[in-house]
């Protein structure tokens, strides 16, 4: 914006030009804003309440600085001076306070603003919300460092060697792990560590790999100076560095893994059949051959395939040849340890077909020999990438709160205390006990016995002055917590801290290995969002998930144990428990089971299932269980009914619109024969006759304007209009013929509105003819109209300013209360023969007036419906047709329209005005004749354009080519389309003014009178 612009607030009321941009600043979802000289808001667009959380009420009037922190007011009033003086802010980051104390990260741009007389009045500028890229950023961090932490803490060590010259180096956890004197060369205690059986294998190994150049993987024995043994795997592998070849390996401390790998074996069995029951596809594949080896039953139901079949094919085999690439790419990632997502991937059957599916892909080592495990999600859905993200995200926060490590957080406050703020769900598993009880207090409150040890000045020093903390032992006995600790603590952030720990006790590292398998287990389990169960052959539930027991409203206890078809979510209903019963026995038999299937929710809710029974096989072959999955697909159902609605709703539009339109050409030329007849007659008599068939037409020509309202529902086309007669008159026509009487309190003061006559009078039609229908027996009807000045806030949809409040009161039957709020959705009505779009309608018209609708109802006493309105005080109408016709033309007038009825009523009406006509049926012509002769002496002193011309150019492409070579030639557009917005804005499109067909002669010549008579 220049900097010497007069600037007027973006609220200016009255200003027709503005509401275009007033719309796209509304609609914006950047913050858009204006404020005075001293900083207060007086001007914010509605995404300000969405980004703040407070109400547009509770700003306005507020300084900037009011919502943020004493510091980041000093700062940004500093701009804001600036600015005062002439500057511009680009780029400016602030941070600003929100609703429940939320930080807001925002990126301002912002100029100064001139009153009338060029003095600086305030600013305005806009803002971006870069909040959730800000917590984005600090969350991902937070993320990397725990991850990095548990690596730290795994027992891992890590070491190099030179085979040159036998220097060895490694890490202090490799030194724990091998037990080894730090002084003591690192070589030397490596060779007197290993245990004597393994000595030769491992050293072979190295040899090997230091030779030529071959990775090894093994695991063998270490024993510690105290004579303990213990397991660990080594690898290792020559590299290039810039000083020459490195052999680098690590050392992974496998003890506590062999302690329970007898427990874990025992839960093996109960994953594959998880796995062979689950939704997911799942398949592994050598990464040497490609092939398959391993396909559980899901992902032989997505391709087609059977066990076998899958054996003899490779991945190349399952996917199109232009995905190809890709899923090598996740091969090679796969042997390099990486896990790799493909959020959608073509995936091709056995029969040819394709369907996407996300594929997450990650590797295993089995006795020496990589595999790459793939698991298949079905995509192809509606909302499955949805579901695919929040999966995603889900195991991101798994693998931290799953963590073997429990994890404590600290902050120092303004006294230097040392404050507990937070935790990780492994904290909980491991003492036992809800943290959360914790938060806000202080260490010494939280833990006593902690209070007389080195622990909370060392924590508090961490979080000080950085560095890190740790110990092999913490004693603790208190509140239920009990055990053995080792903990590690680092610094987090400026007077922040973290404790690792995790129970070095036997018994408590057995027990949290059996938890997070068990935790795995129910995890998978509960995840889904689909119904999903366990039955035993013959129809018992032996387990199910939360979502079913959710949707029914009952218990674990309360289902499991008992027959599928007695449970809550068939409510006895006989003939689906019989169809269940059957569904059960050819499951059995090993049959795969799917069908729909209302179900009994929770209270009187049904939903409409997507029902399907797999049976899983033993390794005989046999079914041994049975695995019920059910998928809520009652809102797909509504959907698919509404799309076919609107599908009905928009052909009746269409045809609605296309009547409208040639019903408007016929009636231009019956409106033009009888006003020229009028014009013509001089007898008193036949006058009379032609005007009380000009008033019928003019109905005529309402009725079509709101056939195209309903069609298009396009913008209004507005002029100034006296509300009382208005009201009047559209009241006792809606009413005519019925039993109801009319009280009707119109001031004459009532001021004028900008409207569109067609369209407010569908609003008061609508609404009239409601209330007539709410009495059947007869009654009254008041419809009473005010002057309003309204204040800030003094109503919650309308802005300040001058209003026309408009009231239809009836005594009838009256809207229930639990109705009242949907009675303007679209499709909504509580009649039998309706199809509730009339008050959908009325809304919509009314706000495109910057107006509101509100109702009142009691059920026998009646309903009051209000309609608010903009004014202008103190105007009159702004058109008005002299019914003299004083207007007298001179020139040869162009007129472009395919109908030749319309061609020779307006040709009439010109040459009564004085004109010479000449008349063409499609654009091409038009033009041709306006190119030839543009600039001379005969060239056309206007040009009257059809908007639409069948199979031929139409007004806009004609207006368009005019513009071309002649900017100044009126042009202008006539259409029975009276909806279009080129009626409603036809500067914008090229054209001088507009026509809405039908039009009169009077209507006709104040056109030329307004653009010709200059």
């Known amino acids: 914006m220049p900097e010497n612009d007069t600037v007027q607030p973006i609220d200016s009321e009255n200003e027709e030009p503005q509401s275009f941009y007033r719309d796209l600043v509304e609609a914006s979802q950047d913050l858009i804003w204006q404020c005075d000289a001293e900083g207060r808001y007086i001007y914010l667009n509605p995404a300000w309440e969405k980004v703040f959380g407070y109400s547009h009420e509770e700003m ?61 009045c305030g600013t305005r500028g806009t803002a971006h919300d870069i909040t959730a890229a800000i917590e984005a950023e600090q969350k991902i961090a937070e993320q990397q460092f725990f991850l990095q932490k548990a690596q730290e803490i795994g027992r891992i060590g890590h070491f190099s060697y030179d085979p040159v010259t036998g220097a060895m180096d490694g890490s202090d956890e490799l030194y724990r792990i091998f037990d080894i004197d730090r002084n003591m060369p690192l070589l030397e205690a490596f060779s007197t560590t290993v245990h004597s059986e393994d000595a030769p294998l491992l050293f072979n190994s190295i040899e090997r790999a230091a030779k030529d150049g071959t990775p090894y993987t093994i695991e063998h024995r270490i024993l510690h100076r105290d004579g303990t043994v213990v397991q660990v795997q080594s690898r290792g592998e020559i590299i290039d560095t810039p000083r020459g070849r490195r052999m680098v390996g690590v050392v992974h401390d496998l003890t506590d893994q062999k302690k329970i790998l007898e427990k874990l074996r025992e839960s093996r069995e109960r994953y594959r059949t998880i796995f062979d029951g689950a939704a997911e596809g799942l398949l592994i594949a050598d990464t040497e051959t490609m092939q398959f080896r391993y396909s559980n039953p899901a992902i032989r139901s997505m391709l087609g395939y059977n066990e076998r079949e899958l054996e003899e094919l490779s991945v190349r085999d399952i996917h199109p040849s232009d995905v190809i690439d890709d899923v090598l790419a996740a091969f090679q990632a796969g042997t390099r340890g990486e896990i790799r997502t493909l959020p959608t991937l073509p995936c091709k059957r056995k029969n040819g077909s394709i369907f996407h599916a996300s594929i997450t892909t990650s590797f295993v080592q089995i006795k020496g020999r990589t595999y790459l495990v793939g698991f298949f999600s079905d995509v192809t859905e509606r909302r499955k990438s949805e579901q695919a993200l929040r999966a995603s995200e889900e195991r991101l926060r798994s693998v931290i709160d799953a963590a073997p490590y429990g994890a404590h957080l600290y902050e120092l406050d303004a006294d230097g205390r040392l404050v507990f703020s937070g935790y990780n769900h492994s904290a909980d598993r491991i003492l036992g006990v809800k943290h959360a009880q914790f938060v806000g207090k202080t260490i010494d409150e939280a833990f006593p016995p902690l209070a007389t040890t080195e622990i909370p000045e060392r924590y508090a020093s961490v979080a000080r002055d950085g560095g890190s903390f740790e110990t092999e032992q913490v004693e603790y006995e208190h ?51 689909q119904f999903v169960g366990l039955l035993t052959p013959d129809g018992i539930l032996t387990e199910t998930n939360d979502s079913a027991l959710r949707f029914a409203g009952i218990t674990h206890e309360e289902s499991i144990g008992k027959p599928l078809w007695e449970t809550r979510w068939w409510n006895g209903n006989t003939s689906r428990m019989e169809q269940l019963k059957d569904a059960i026995r050819r499951c059995a038999r090993g049959e795969f089971v799917r069908y729909e299937i209302e179900m009994q929710g929770k209270g009187t809710t049904t939903a409409l299932v997507d029902f399907s029974l797999k049976p899983v096989f033993d390794a005989d072959g046999a079914v041994s269980m049975l695995v019920p999955e059910g998928r809520d697909i009652t809102e797909l159902k509504n959907t698919e009914s509404l799309l076919i609605n609107a599908q009905r709703l928009e052909s009746l539009g269409i045809l609605a619109g296309g009547i409208a339109h040639d019903f408007n050409n016929l009636l231009t030329g019956i409106f033009g024969s009888v006003e ?67 009280r009707f309190d119109l001031p004459e003061e009532v001021w004028p509105c900008t409207i569109d006559r067609n369209q407010i009078g569908q609003v008061i039609d609508n609404i009239v003819i409601n209330a007539d229908q709410s009495m059947p027996a007869g009654g009254t009807i008041a419809i009473v109209a005010r002057n ?139 033009l041709a004749r306006i190119s030839r002769t543009d600039g001379t002496p005969d060239a056309y002193v206007a040009v009257i354009l059809d908007l639409t011309v069948p199979g031929g150019m139409g007004g806009r492409e004609t207006v368009d080519g005019i513009r071309r070579f002649n900017r100044e030639l009126p042009v202008f557009v006539a259409s029975g389309y009276n909806e279009d917005p080129v009626l409603a804005n036809p500067r914008e499109y090229g054209f001088t003014a507009s026509l809405r067909k039908p039009f009169l002669v009077a209507e006709l010549a104040a056109l030329l009178q307004q653009y010709l008579s200059s």
């Open 479 to 529: 509140g239920g917590i009990k055990g053995a600790f080792e903990v590690h603590a680092v610094q987090t952030g400026p007077e922040r801290m973290a404790a690792f720990f995790r129970d070095i006790t036997e018994y408590r590292k057995a027990e949290l290995a059996l938890r997070e398998s068990e935790r795995k287990f129910k995890a998978i389990f509960n995840s889904s969002f």
């Open 676 to 742: 020229l007849a009028a014009l013509d007659t001089k007898e008193e008599s036949t006058a009379s006759y032609l005007s009380t068939a000009r008033v019928a037409m003019d109905r005529a020509r309402d009725l079509t304007r709101q056939l195209l309202t309903f069609a298009k529902g396009g913008a209004p086309v507005k002029k100034v209009e006296q509300m009382a007669p208005f009201l009047e008159e559209t009241v006792r026509f809606a009413l005519s013929g019925s039993n109801i009487s009319i």
């Open 60 to 120: 306005i009037g507020k300084k900037f600085t009011d919502f943020q922190t004493p510091d980041q007011a000093e700062k940004d009033m500093a701009e804001f001076r600036r600015l005062l003086d002439g500057s511009m802010v680009k780029g400016l980051r602030s941070v600003h306070i929100g609703n429940n104390n939320r930080e807001l990260h925002l990126v301002f741009n912002a100029v100064f603003i001139r009153d009338e007389a060029g003095n600086i």
């Open 788 to 926: 309003i000045h309204l204040s800030p806030g003094q109503h919650p949809a309308l802005r300040q300013g001058n209003y026309v409040k408009m009231s239809i009161v009836d005594r009838g039957i009256g809207i229930p209360k639990e109705i009242l709020s949907k009675i303007f959705d679209p499709f909504f009505t509580t009649k039998s023969k309706g199809h509730g779009l009339g008050l959908a309608m009325c809304y919509s018209i009314v706000k495109r007036h910057f107006g509101v609708i509100d109702v009142e109802s009691e059920p026998g006493k009646g309903s009051i419906f209000t309609v608010y309105l903009p004014a202008l005080p103190g105007e009159d109408t702004v058109e008005k047709v002299d019914a003299g016709i004083s207007y007298k033309g001179k020139g040869p007038v162009l007129v472009m329209d395919d109908d030749e009825l319309i061609l020779n009523t307006v040709g009439a009406m010109l040459k009564l005005l004085g004109h010479r006509v000449e008349c063409v049926n499609d654009g091409e012509e038009a």
